[in-house]
T-cell receptor, first 113, second 113 residues
Framework: EAGVTQFPSHSVIEKGQTVTLRCDPI?????LYWYRRVMGKEIKFLLH????????ESGMPNNRFLAERTGGTYSTLKVQPAELEDSGVYFC???????????FGQGTRLTVV | GNSVTQMEGPVTLSEEAFLTINCTYT??????LFWYVQYPGEGLQLLLK?????DKGSNKGFEATYRKETTSFHLEKGSVQVSDSAVYFC????????????FGQGTELSVKP
């Protein structure tokens, strides 16, 4: 069974540009989470989908970040326009309904220059 | 509120040395506690967990005991190997908020031969 997959693994963009990160959760997992780790600090929660619905987006830093999960399968996280402080590693995780263990992707390292 | 405080790194040890990475938490009730590990180039993996006070989680020679009286969940290993070099994260799941995880800041461990 495939695990959580994230694309791309690395992205370097200029300030002001747009970047879209993608996450493919484990098949059948209704819960999908986005997290971010900035500059070696703690991993912080961004938002939580249940199927295609945003359950909790309290961790989204500002309106330059837009997450979608059309059809309740894969999710995208768009940053537009990107700022220097958006640099970091973006992780995606998924859990089954009622599941207690979150399975993580390998992360996307975003560098804004 | 809920929070996790983790011993800062980086930590450098010689092979076969004893490892302790401290983790304390603040939470309402009696949550589960997790340790995740990120090996170089890989995603986060659940290393071990404990679901109630005095539980001991163990895996791959690592152990952590859930201490309610000291609100701690310190990670230990009696004899580290070079292959244990990774970043370790203590985490607190918030099940009444959709299962999102609150992470500590991560501790980078480097084991030298």
């Amino acid at each position: 069974e495939a695990g959580v997959t994230q694309f791309p693994s690395h992205s370097v963009i200029e300030k002001g540009q747009t970047v879209t990160l993608r996450c493919d959760p484990i098949s059948g997992h209704d819960n999908l989470y986005w997290y971010r780790r900035v500059m070696g600090k703690e991993i912080k929660f961004l938002l939580h989908f249940v199927k295609e619905s945003k359950q909790d987006e309290s961790g989204m830093p500002n309106n330059r970040f837009l997450a979608e999960r059309t059809g309740g399968t894969y999710s995208t996280l768009k940053v537009q326009p990107a700022e220097l402080e958006d640099s970091g590693v973006y992780f995606c995780a998924s859990t089954a309904t009622g599941g207690r263990e979150a399975f993580f992707g390998q992360g996307t390292r975003l560098t804004v220059v | 509120g809920n929070s996790v405080t983790q011993m800062e790194g980086p930590v450098t040890l010689s092979e076969e040395a004893f490892l302790t990475i401290n983790c304390t938490y603040t939470a309402t009730g009696y949550p589960s506690l997790f340790w995740y590990v990120q090996y170089p180039g890989e995603g986060l993996q659940l290393l071990l967990k404990a679901t109630k006070a005095d539980d001991k989680g163990s895996n791959k020679g690592f152990e952590a005991t859930y201490r309610k009286e000291t609100t701690s969940f310190h990670l230990e290993k009696g004899s580290v190997q070079v292959s244990d070099s990774a970043v370790y994260f203590c985490a607190l799941p918030i099940y009444n908020q959709g299962g999102k995880l609150i992470f500590g800041q991560g501790t980078e461990l480097s084991v030298k031969p």
